[in-house]
């Protein structure tokens, strides 16, 4: 039977890694892009048939429906909901110049979009055998690890503050869950060169980041309510 998965901000980067990874793996990939025309190309240099391209903006409800809607069309089940798209816009930005204004942009797209595109496919998941939903975060998202210096070291209240309220989610909605399926996880790529991060070097090229969260995306261990890192689960 065809799997089916929906990865959101997957017109590059890390998120249209993923996508190349699981079609490879045969799964049904809808590309998610809040770019029409960027997602198009994307899944054209793709080059499978087996991923079709849905518009999704994160921050905007409407849109969000629209792209349920859309994967309806054409399955009434998600094997796979990757809460990839993300932004960071205070780099280099202290907590105490950041405005107010840029850290509701952050929460609006890492922490409402993702809140909303959970409850929105949770429906969905819930109808496959085993369903998954895989929000991305940072190990700097971690207070354990940022605090006590495991983490990497950018002290950017917005971003990493937005992706602790993800962490939340994971955690509220795994206890929702409980152990009867279906699974909500955290994974951290790690430090990846994307654009992101200003396409800073010495990170993992988005093959190797993506691989990372495909690897959990489709483990057979339940990893329900944790956050994990390329070497297991990670603390809060
Ligand atoms: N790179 C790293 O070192 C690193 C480390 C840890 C975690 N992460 C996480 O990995 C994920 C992917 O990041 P990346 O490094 O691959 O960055 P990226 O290359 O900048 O990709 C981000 C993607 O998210 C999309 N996006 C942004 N806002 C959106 C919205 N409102 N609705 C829908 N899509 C939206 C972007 O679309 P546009 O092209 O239209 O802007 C783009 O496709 C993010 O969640 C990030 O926080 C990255």
């Known amino acids: 039977m065809t799997k089916f998965a929906f990865v959101t901000g997957a017109n590059k980067g890390i998120g249209n890694e993923i996508v190349r990874q699981l079609a490879e793996k045969s799964y049904h990939v809808f590309l998610g892009a809040r770019n029409e025309e960027l997602g198009q190309k994307a899944v054209q240099s793709l080059g499978f048939s087996n991923v079709s391209f849905v518009q999704v903006d994160i921050s905007d409800t409407q849109s969000i429906q ?96 937005s992706k602790t309220a993800v962490n939340s989610l994971t955690l509220t909605f795994g206890k929702e869950f409980g152990t009867n399926g279906p699974e909500i996880l955290g994974v951290t790529p790690g430090f990846t060169t994307t654009d992101l991060n200003g396409n800073a070097p010495g990170g993992k090229t988005t093959a190797e980041g993506a691989q990372i969260i495909v690897k959990y995306a489709l483990s057979q261990t339940n990893y329900n309510g944790k956050i994990l890192d390329k070497n297991g689960i990670i603390p809060w």
């Open 66 to 161: 629209n792209s349920k809607n859309k994967i309806l069309e054409v399955t009434d089940h998600l094997d796979l909901l990757i809460n990839n798209a993300g932004i960071a816009l205070d780099f280099g930005i202290l907590p105490s110049e950041l405005t107010l204004e840029t850290l509701r942009q952050e929460f609006d797209v890492n922490f409402f979009g993702t809140f909303q595109m959970i409850q929105t496919f949770l429906p969905l998941v819930k109808k496959s055998q085993g369903g998954k939903i895989v929000n991305v975060t940072t190990d700097m998202a971690s207070q354990t690890m940022f605090d006590n210096g495991q983490a990497g070291q950018l002290n950017i209240l917005g971003y990493n503050s």
